[in-house]
């Protein structure tokens, strides 16, 4: 018996090294770009919101929308190194790192998830983290999100209130990182389902229902009381009001773009393409192992085996995994067919007699935290692709459950398919992990230069050319002694305003659809009033294509039809208060309002602006 025991005592020990290694490895892996890339889309915009977090600097609607995780960020930046971006990507890295440990125990402890296939989805989770962590909106919202749901699961399986109070304290909250998560009130559908699949009586499905929104509304009615002492009652609602209004500008936010964004992804004639091919192996399978079903069965499998080899090959072939593996076709094609054989799989999960109610809770769950992902943002699936920390190490938990417990030989084809997908996905997923880097959203190459002068740069590599063009415009702010001014950015640069320092004007993102014509109308002439009380205008930084296209001599690619009128306001603002072009290199122009104490030499000769 002592040697019995001794042996378990063993295991047990070898079973901690091993979590407590794999929980190290997943919380250092998202810690291996923090060196790469200088973004002048997302990255730099959310830390520039961190480092001017306030009315003065933000428009209303995105400081309310976002509070939570601007002042998250803000606090951040006030922490060791957190001036320098390689700070601040270390800190907003750790909360990746958060998301994929806590996954990983959970599926580990609770969900009974064997531990390689959790840490592989929890890896496959952290490799698909192609925001920048600097988006912290994102990832406080994944990081409550996981916990409300963790807390649901529990608090439902072991009849525990104060955990469903708890699930709906982190909901509730999760408001404050981003208005739209009020989406996430649909996970109530977890509660109301569960009290059908466990026969529960109507009391006490009120009783549940009562405890989650209870927490949800105490935590959000809370977080309301301290913005609206702090800014006046009825701030925050003006504020996000906006919200609703600007889908008239932006039609990728509205409720019926994000609903369909999903089912968007899957109709695509290229995914249509992909699915109808696994369609196919499927049927392959299944004509292998239906004749004399009781027979042969040892034979059959290995022919499934053969024949999902091959398949996987001629996906392979096919290029089903883009081959550049810094873009998101790397994962695109795999991972959305991976979701819609999760889909598939979950709704039978739900539906189908046999299964336990643990099982069918945990499925509803997956699917939910899918498609809820995906609402109050426009990035549709890929938002979703984003945030599976829950799902995948769920998922392929309840995939190994089906296969030990699904004998019969006509199970063995679904197994294959689940097997190819899932196996096609990771490898997928590590590739991009590999060499993916955001910088302005195609993903960054080359990043083996660094940016010169710039201190919040310090220590960063990005491509040679954005090198180039920043240090040269941090070298020529600093030599003008512009440092101090405020700025004016348009075309798709809002990072400048925390590269070089530079308090923004209005808007910093002033192109995007979400920022309507009459906001920049109003921020404009209020920039104006400021301006002639002053004396000094404010810089206007422009991308260079933008530049070009003002001087005549080139075509800008706007992101959208409200883009250009904003620019003709902008540029009728500068011909008002005399702008001339004082710096240009490949990236950026510098425009100074005339006579704002700058030497004749300070401006490019016979270089001004066009209104028109």
Not at 593 to 606: I, K, Q, V, W
Request: hydrophobic residues 50%.
């Amino acid at each position: 018996m002592n040697g019995v025991k001794r042996e378990n005592w063993k295991t047990k020990a070898l079973c901690r090294v091993v979590w407590i290694i794999s929980a190290l490895a997943l919380a250092v892996y998202p810690l291996r770009h923090v060196a790469l890339g200088v973004d002048l889309w997302d990255g730099g915009y959310n830390y520039a919101n961190f480092r001017y977090n306030s009315l003065a600097y933000m428009d209303s609607m995105w400081y309310f929308a976002t509070w939570l995780a601007n002042q998250t960020g803000s606090l951040l930046m006030k922490l060791p190194f957190g001036d320098t971006m390689l700070g601040m990507n270390c800190y907003t890295g750790l909360i990746v790192s958060a998301l994929g440990v806590v996954s990983y125990l959970f599926s580990v402890k609770r969900l009974r998830v064997p531990a390689p296939l959790a840490f592989a989805g929890v890896f496959a989770a952290e490799a698909l983290c192609w925001a920048p962590t600097a988006a912290l909106y994102n990832y406080l919202t994944y990081l409550f999100l996981l916990g409300g749901v963790c807390l649901l699961y529990e608090g439902l399986t072991k009849d525990r209130m104060g955990y469903l109070a708890a699930a709906g304290v982190l909901l509730g909250l999760n408001v404050g990182n981003r208005f739209s998560n009020l989406a996430q009130t649909g996970l109530i559908l977890a509660v109301w389902a569960y009290g059908v699949f466990d026969k529960k009586t109507a009391k006490k499905v009120l009783q549940q229902t009562g405890a989650c929104v209870l927490g949800y509304l105490a935590a959000f009615l809370l977080f309301l009381l301290g913005i609206s002492l702090k800014y006046g009652f009825g701030a925050y609602a003006s504020g996000v009001l906006r919200l609703f209004q600007m889908t008239r500008d932006a039609s990728d936010y509205t409720p019926l773009h994000m609903l369909g964004g999903i089912p968007r992804a899957f109709a695509q004639a290229e995914m249509t393409y992909w699915a109808k091919r696994f369609l196919l192996f499927l049927a392959a399978a299944l004509a292998v192992c239906l004749p004399w079903p009781s027979r042969g069965a040892k034979w059959k499998k290995t022919a499934c085996v053969l024949l999902g080899a091959g398949f996987f090959l001629w996906l392979k072939g096919k290029g089903f995994s883009y081959p550049d593996a810094a873009f998101y076709d790397a994962v695109y094609g795999p991972c959305v067919i991976l979701l819609e054989i999760l889909t598939v799989f979950c709704v039978c999960r739900v539906f189908l007699p046999g299964v336990s109610k643990e099982e069918r809770l945990l499925s509803l769950l997956l699917l939910l935290v899918v498609y809820v992902t995906s609402l109050g943002g426009n990035n549709a699936i890929y938002a979703s692709l984003n945030n599976g920390f829950f799902v995948f190490p769920a998922f392929f938990g309840l995939a190994w459950k089906f296969g030990r417990e699904s004998r019969h030989i006509l199970a063995f084809p679904v197994k294959c398919v689940l097997a190819v997908s899932a196996l096609f996905a990771l490898v997928s997923c590590a590739r991009f992990g590999r060499a993916f880097v955001y910088e302005k959203a195609a993903g960054g190459r080359d990043l083996t230069a660094q940016v010169t002068g710039a201190p919040v740069l310090e220590g960063m590599k990005t491509g040679p050319e954005n090198a180039e063009n920043l240090s040269g415009l941090y070298g020529y702010l600093e030599r003008e002694q512009l440092l101090d001014r405020e700025c004016i950015l348009f075309g798709g640069i809002p990072g400048v305003s925390y590269y070089m320092g530079l308090a923004p004007a209005m808007n910093i993102w002033s192109d995007l659809a979400s920022y309507g014509t009459e906001v920049m109308e109003r921020d404009l002439a209020a920039v104006e009033e400021k301006a002639k009380a002053s004396g000094v205008c404010p810089l206007v930084i422009l991308e260079r294509g933008c530049a070009d296209y003002a001087a005549g001599t080139g075509e800008a690619s706007f992101t959208d039809a409200q883009a250009e009128p904003k620019f003709r306001m902008l540029l009728a603002y500068m011909d008002r208060q005399g702008y001339e072009l004082a710096y240009l290199n490949e990236g950026f122009a510098v425009y100074v309002g005339a006579g704002r104490g700058l030497s004749e030499e300070a401006f490019l000769p016979g270089a001004q602006c066009r209104g028109h």
